[in-house]
């Protein structure tokens, strides 16, 4: 029998817009009023500082086999939601319904396609409320495309180092209200090597670990302000033989309706101001 999660995707960004206290996106689906609850229980002053890290292909597959590798995301993080995410369960699609909260077939992204989004997005919803918002992504990938409408920053970089780097720089800066951080890293490898192999898992481990080393960086630089932190993947990934759109074989895939590739677990935190 298969266990979908029952809460969708489309839930994510109204609840983040509602725990800073700014208005959703046009059209997108109702907050998650016990997450908002929460996470307000947890900071009663309220929030001016978000840092979202997206790493790619993080399925719920991986706490549930490797918990430990999770370690690094849980000491920082207080709440943990089971996300269904949407078909097909490819980046694009996945972050423009992430981010937008409405289905693929209201955004119009419905397959590997990096169009820019002309319906509402968070990052309009943030810009219309005054914050100063960055992305910071590698080149080519989704989220240094669909989004870019050029009334905010996106900084991209041609490695997922590089990516860690700039993000760090960013914080230590301290001039920005929101923050997401893209990171590519797991799954490249899981393509490649696949999802189980040593390579793939200890990349798995890694990506916890940026989320960790970003954190940090907020809690010893953003100390004058109370932060939303989420680790908040896509989708998720399978083990399957194929060629890639390059010619190259593959040994993971995304885009199916199997659980290990739709159900995620997104964490929500807060670092709280110590000044």
């Known amino acids: 029998m298969t266990h979908y ?50 790493p790619d292909a993080m399925g719920m597959f991986l706490y549930e086999e490797f918990p430990d590798m999770f370690e690094p995301v849980l000491k920082h993080t207080q709440l943990t939601v089971p996300f269904r995410t949407v078909m097909p369960s490819v980046t694009p699609v996945c972050f423009a319904t992430m981010f937008t909260g409405v289905l693929p077939e209201v955004h119009g992204i419905q397959a590997y396609e990096k169009p820019v989004l ?9 810009v219309r409320a005054g914050k100063k918002v960055a992305i910071v992504a590698t080149i080519h990938s989704s989220m240094s495309k669909i989004f870019d409408k050029g009334n905010f920053d996106i900084f991209i970089e041609d490695t997922e180092a590089n990516v860690v780097e700039k993000a760090q720089e960013l914080i230590i800066e301290d001039q920005y209200d929101v923050l997401c951080v893209y990171t590519i890293g797991y799954d490249k490898r899981e393509h490649y ?9 200890a ?13 940090s960086v907020v809690k010893r ?20 033989e194929g060629i890639s759109t390059k010619g190259v074989p593959v040994h993971g895939k995304h885009g199916s309706d199997r659980t290990v590739d739709i159900n995620i677990l997104h964490y929500f935190g807060v670092a709280r101001r110590t000044k």
Not at 221 to 240: A, Q, R, Y
């Open 5 to 54: 999660n029952k809460i969708s995707l489309t839930h994510f960004v109204a609840t983040v817009c509602k725990i800073i206290g700014i208005e959703k996106p046009q059209g997108a689906d109702t907050s998650m009023d016990w997450v908002c609850d929460v996470m307000e229980d947890m900071c009663k002053e309220g929030y001016d500082r978000v840092l979202i890290h997206n």
């Open 118 to 126: 002309t319906v509402d997005t968070f990052f309009d919803a943030l």
């Open 193 to 201: 090597s696949g999802p189980h192999t040593p390579l793939g898992i």
């Open 203 to 215: 990349t798995a481990y890694r990506e916890c670990g940026i989320f960790d080393q970003l954190v």
């Open 221 to 240: 630089n953003w100390k004058n302000h109370n932060t939303l932190i989420t680790f908040s993947p896509d989708h998720g990934c399978h083990e399957e």
